[in-house]
């Protein structure tokens, strides 16, 4: 009745199956996502920053979308479906094509949208959780990244036009715009800030340079006082530092992706499988 997904380098929990399963009380609810954690977290920076980052965008944003039933990605790592409507769809995700070529990236992304605009509902399943192993390097990590990144941007411009082709409002669809948005703005605002700094750098002096990269880090320290409250919340104090330091890195290591995905959307390559 129900197909569960779980990525190969992943380590489910022994309650986490049942905690999906639990999920499809409701008829109407097509999809559950899991609870997604890193599991190499002893093995250098990167898996240390990228947990802080899960944990926020599970316990904070899916969390925020299930209340709207909305979730709008189901982890490869760990995601249930209701079988039936999974057959429904199969034809419809294996034939996806966007700008001409076939989307062999972000099928997590890719199923959810097609379930939300199928009618059904999306939950989280905060019980449901899921240990993933992360890059321990920069190119690993820039490449896993770039990927999410493209699917986000793919997924949010499809689940936009469907939203403006609804002529009946209701409070569902206001709960779809609301989050789409927002994802949008996640992976739009970021792209202008290479773009912005080139055109104070080219028509400002460098004092006005210099007062724009200090004031973009000092909002980015300030934004990942969140994620670092829910850390230490949830997990340890001591670690949740690594949210202020991954911040700082997103901002001088990691800023140039958005654009680049924005510019290469038509590549579909996994980068992190070899051929």
Same mark, same amino acid.
């Given at each position: 009745?129900?197909?569960?997904?779980?990525?190969?380098?992943?380590?489910?929990?022994?309650?986490?199956?049942?905690?999906?399963?639990?999920?499809?009380?409701?008829?109407?609810?097509?999809?559950?996502?899991?609870?997604?954690?890193?599991?190499?977290?002893?093995?250098?920076?990167?898996?240390?920053?990228?947990?802080?980052?899960?944990?926020?965008?599970?316990?904070?944003?899916?969390?925020?979308?299930?209340?709207?039933?909305?979730?709008?990605?189901?982890?490869?790592?760990?995601?249930?479906?209701?079988?039936?409507?999974?057959?429904?769809?199969?034809?419809?995700?294996?034939?996806?094509?966007?700008?001409?070529?076939?989307?062999?990236?972000?099928?997590?992304?890719? /199923?959810?949208?097609?379930? #939300?605009?199928?009618?059904?509902?999306? $939950?989280? =399943? @905060?019980?449901?959780? *899921?240990?993933?192993?992360?890059?321990?390097?920069?190119?690993?990590?820039?490449?896993?990244?770039?990927?999410?990144?493209?699917?986000?941007?793919?997924?949010?411009?499809?689940?936009?036009?469907?939203?403006?082709?609804?002529?009946?409002?209701?409070?569902?669809?206001?709960?779809?715009?609301?989050?789409?948005?927002?994802?949008?703005?996640?992976?739009?605002?970021?792209?202008?800030?290479?773009?912005?700094?080139?055109?104070?750098?080219?028509?400002?002096?460098?004092?006005?340079?210099?007062?724009?990269?200090?004031?973009?880090? /000092?909002?980015?320290?300030? #934004?990942?006082?969140?994620?670092?409250? $829910?850390? =230490? @919340?949830?997990?340890? *104090?001591?670690?949740?530092?690594?949210?202020?330091?991954?911040?700082?890195?997103?901002?001088?290591?990691?800023?140039?992706?958005?654009?680049?995905?924005?510019?290469?959307?038509?590549?579909?390559?996994?980068?992190?499988?070899?051929?």
């Amino acid at each position: 009745e129900y197909i569960i997904t779980v990525d190969s380098d992943s380590v489910v929990e022994p309650e986490s199956l049942q905690a999906i399963v639990a999920g499809f009380a409701d008829p109407q609810v097509g999809a559950v996502a899991g609870n997604l954690r890193v599991l190499n977290i002893r093995d250098g920076i990167i898996p240390c920053m990228m947990d802080t980052a899960f944990l926020f965008v599970c316990e904070v944003i899916r969390t925020s979308q299930s209340l709207d039933s909305c979730v709008m990605c189901t982890p490869g790592a760990l995601s249930g479906y209701r079988r039936s409507l999974m057959l429904q769809l199969m034809d419809r995700w294996q034939a996806q094509h966007f700008l001409g070529v076939p989307a062999k990236i972000g099928e997590d992304r890719a /199923l959810a949208t097609m379930i #939300l605009t199928s009618g059904y509902k999306i $939950v989280f =399943a @905060r019980n449901a959780l *899921v240990k993933t192993i992360m890059p321990q390097d920069y190119p690993g990590m820039c490449k896993v990244l770039l990927r999410w990144t493209r699917s986000d941007i793919r997924e949010n411009f499809l689940l936009l036009t469907w939203l403006i082709r609804q002529h009946r409002f209701s409070g569902r669809i206001a709960a779809i715009w609301y989050h789409n948005i927002i994802q949008t703005f996640n992976t739009l605002l970021p792209s202008l800030f290479l773009p912005s700094l080139l055109l104070v750098a080219l028509f400002a002096s460098w004092p006005a340079l210099k007062i724009c990269l200090t004031a973009a880090l /000092l909002l980015g320290l300030l #934004l990942a006082a969140i994620p670092a409250m $829910v850390y =230490a @919340r949830q997990v340890s *104090v001591l670690r949740s530092a690594w949210a202020f330091v991954f911040s700082a890195f997103n901002l001088f290591g990691l800023s140039w992706i958005p654009l680049y995905s924005f510019l290469t959307l038509r590549n579909t390559d996994w980068l992190t499988r070899k051929k």
